[in-house]
């Protein structure tokens, strides 16, 4: 009876094994799958607009005449990454589960969740109805940042589902005006859920922030010429031309590379050189480094690049 007992025990005990394994196995398969509908905007969007946000909130000029320090700011950075999460998720879901857009990135990105097959469309749309009140709750109630998740909804509307990104030129305003919210909704998570963007020197700062973008974000459409291509999708170098977008996009990162820290009046050198020298590596890779592998390259430095421009506010704190 006593042996009998034990197997009983050990059938179970192996049972409830198998099932948490099972359930743990589902579970990260579905984190993966979410991770990579954002994989590709890590390098470009996230870690720079959470560096965005961290500089900003060092920066009393940008924040109230707030004075504060990193011991302040840090506790708060996990919350601030997360909301930009949050925020991609909903942008990429949506932007990925429509039809063309699968067939595109069947040929640039084919690792995504639809066109490698972890998901189908309707289930990426069921996805897209949860993410978006979910997104939206932790904005408002928790977080913070709810106005800038309202008005990245709205971008989303009109870059996706009216057909804006078709045209390049709106292409360019609504991925500049998109990725300076997200800027924004951080700064205020990372203020404490009170957005400082209404006082008018931070207000001059994301407008020089949304016209580095919209001059320049047209880098990440040079290596995904091909997938444009097949979806008929307007992009610049498509429009304009090859040779004629990288002269388009290396004149203006050359410029704003000494604009910006001369309009935050940086005295020290290391705050220049964070500005112009990865500027002039973008730009000569541009016009001297013409394949894909080697543009994808060039985006991810354009990407650094950019994390220096946002270090200006708190360099000029710190260094003056």
């Not at 290596?223 to 004629?244: A, C, N």
Request: charged share 15%.
């Amino acid at each position: 009876m006593f042996e009998v007992k034990t197997k009983i025990r050990s059938i179970y005990s192996t049972s409830q094994l198998t099932v948490s394994k099972a359930s743990l196995s589902w579970l990260l398969y579905h984190i993966y799958t979410l991770y990579l509908f954002t994989a590709s905007d890590f390098i470009t969007v996230l870690w720079p607009q959470t560096f965005f946000a961290i500089s900003v909130a060092l920066n009393p000029s940008l924040n109230g005449g707030t004075q504060s320090d990193l011991s302040n700011i840090l506790p708060r950075v996990p919350s601030a990454t997360l909301w930009i999460w949050l925020q991609l998720l909903v942008l990429d879901v949506s932007n990925q589960r429509r039809a063309d857009s699968v067939a595109e990135d069947a040929l640039n990105k084919p690792w995504r969740p639809l066109p490698s097959g972890r998901l189908e469309r309707r289930h990426a749309k069921q996805l897209l109805l949860c993410c978006i009140p979910i997104s939206y709750a932790l904005s408002q109630h928790l977080l913070g940042g709810g106005p800038e998740t309202v008005a990245l909804f709205v971008l989303n509307w009109i870059y996706n589902d009216l057909g804006a990104a078709e045209n390049w030129i709106l292409r360019n305003v609504l991925n500049a005006l998109g990725i300076t919210s997200i800027g924004a909704g951080a700064t205020a998570v990372v203020a404490g859920g009170s957005s400082p963007s209404a006082s008018s020197a931070n207000g001059q700062w994301l407008l020089i922030c949304a016209g580095i973008l919209l001059t320049t974000i047209q880098a990440q459409d040079l290596y995904d010429q091909e997938g444009d291509g097949k979806r008929g999708r307007r992009t610049m170098p498509l429009v304009l031309g090859d040779g004629v977008t990288r002269w388009l996009t290396a004149g203006p990162v050359v410029a704003w590379s000494f604009l910006v820290p001369g309009y935050w009046r940086v005295e020290c050198l290391a705050g220049w050189l964070a500005a112009v020298l990865p500027g002039f590596v973008v730009a000569v890779r541009l016009l001297r480094c013409r394949d894909v592998v080697a543009d994808r390259r060039t985006f991810k430095i354009w990407a650094v690049w950019m994390v220096g421009l946002y270090a200006m506010p708190a360099i000029k704190a710190s260094w003056g």
